[in-house]
């Protein structure tokens, strides 16, 4: 699926066969790995269907959608800001903690979103809360807790099978909600999910545990991480590339229906426009995370992020018409969440996984900067010159700005500060 450079391939890394064989798969892994990919489907099945919502909450407010796009603005931020916070609480307490705890009051916001009557109520429900909640239930916790149970040499596949999973949110619970607000009502359909994601709770208990990684050789603080983490070049390169990955993502998936409707495209275009998206990133994430143990990840990262950038240019150069959006849906779907499993990885190859869901809630801090930037500039330019032009052109360059950033990371695993002079003495 992916155009693998002939670098990668040259650059793979060397495998220890004796000790890939004594890395036996258990059942408690598949288990792990399991419950990390239902927490994380459940979580981004929210996020990924407040959409269905915005309508029919506009209506019962009798406000425009604008206040409500307000609420899950905040909410793409405040998660993003929120990422490292609360991924160093998991680090230092346990991830089952911050896992039911996220779980608990993430159910809490969508039964106070459900019940409010006033449009602060919504913002602090919709866009705060559940915004502030959903960093424990997502991406840096769940990938540190499969980093610390599975195999290194399997590590980067187990990362794009939860990855891949989380798109199950946006094929399977979307569709479901739109049956529910339909049938029952949008307050009803909130308090199904609200009791759904309760379900976050026993398997947190599954979850639960600290990252160890190297902990007793080589003790390590989290300011001492941090400050390892910022003077390396490559994580602050991945860091830049997450950016783009979240400006490409949010765009699209925020103002594609508004292109193709202001192109004149038939009306069931973008819904199946959005969900061919999500089949197709169901299947480019987990080869992703295949490739990534067998090649040089940051090769593949590069590979992704020139790739976007051609099938863009493609399709705003082609005539448009459903086919080609299609075809466009197609292809960027299996570069969607592909970065995912690559970045979360290649954070945790670099400097371990003693401080993975914090330095990893970092990078994903700036994947969600980018997803509110491209969201509101997006909107802007639209209403300044009356088309997207300008912001698919952005995008373009961005993507090969973010396959340039990635050739000079370094792969190689660092040593904490402790071991390094415990090394020099030597």
């Known amino acids: 699926m992916f155009l693998v450079l002939p670098m990668c391939i040259l650059e793979s890394r060397e495998r220890d066969v004796s000790k890939a064989i004594t890395e036996k798969i258990t059942g408690k892994v598949y288990l792990i790995v399991f419950c990390s990919s239902m927490v994380i489907l459940l979580s981004m099945g929210v996020r990924q269907s407040f959409g269905l919502f915005q309508t029919p909450i506009s209506e019962a407010f009798g406000i425009g959608i604008v206040a409500f796009s307000l609420s899950l603005a905040l909410q793409n931020l405040i998660w993003g800001i929120a990422q490292p916070i609360v991924g160093a609480l998991a680090d230092k307490f346990g991830s089952g903690r911050v896992i039911a705890v996220a779980g608990a009051f993430q159910s809490l916001g969508l039964v106070w979103l459900a019940y409010a009557d006033q449009v602060w109520e919504l913002h602090a429900s919709a866009g705060i809360l559940i915004g502030i909640t959903g960093a424990g239930t997502t991406w840096a916790v769940l990938m540190s807790v499969i980093a610390r149970n ?81 003077k390396h070049s490559g994580y602050l390169f991945l860091a830049a590339g997450f950016f783009v990955c979240g400006f490409h993502v949010m765009f699209i998936m925020a103002h594609l229906p508004t292109y193709l409707q202001n192109q004149n495209m038939p009306d069931w275009l973008p819904g199946t426009a959005i969900s061919v998206i999500g089949i197709t990133n169901l299947l480019g994430t987990i080869l992703a995370g295949y490739l990534g143990d067998k090649y040089s990840k940051k090769y593949l990262l590069s590979t992704i992020y020139f790739l976007r950038s051609i099938v863009i240019t493609a399709f705003i150069l082609f005539p448009i018409s459903s086919t080609s959006v299609l075809v466009f849906c197609f292809c960027i779907g299996f570069l969607w969440l592909a970065t995912v499993p690559l970045t979360n990885a290649l954070v945790g190859q670099i400097f371990g996984i003693r401080y993975l869901a914090t330095l990893s809630g970092i990078v994903f801090c700036s994947h969600q900067m980018g997803a509110f930037t491209s969201v509101w500039m997006g909107g802007y330019l639209f209403d300044s010159l009356g088309s997207y032009d300008l912001v698919w052109q952005i995008a373009i360059a961005l993507g090969i700005l973010a396959a340039l950033l990635h050739l000079p990371i370094n792969e190689s695993a660092t040593l904490p500060a402790s071991a390094t002079a415990t090394a020099a003495v030597k």
């Open 150 to 230: 599975v195999p290194v040499s399997r590590r980067s596949f187990f990362f794009g099978i939860a990855s891949g999973t989380g798109t199950g949110g946006q094929i399977l619970l979307a569709p479901f909600n739109q049956y529910t607000i339909n049938t029952y009502g949008w307050q009803e359909a909130l308090l199904i999910l609200a009791v759904m994601l309760l379900l976050t709770i026993p398997l947190a208990y599954i979850l639960r545990g600290k990252n160890l990684d190297g902990a007793k050789q080589h003790a390590e603080t989290l300011l001492q991480a941090l400050d390892r983490a910022r």
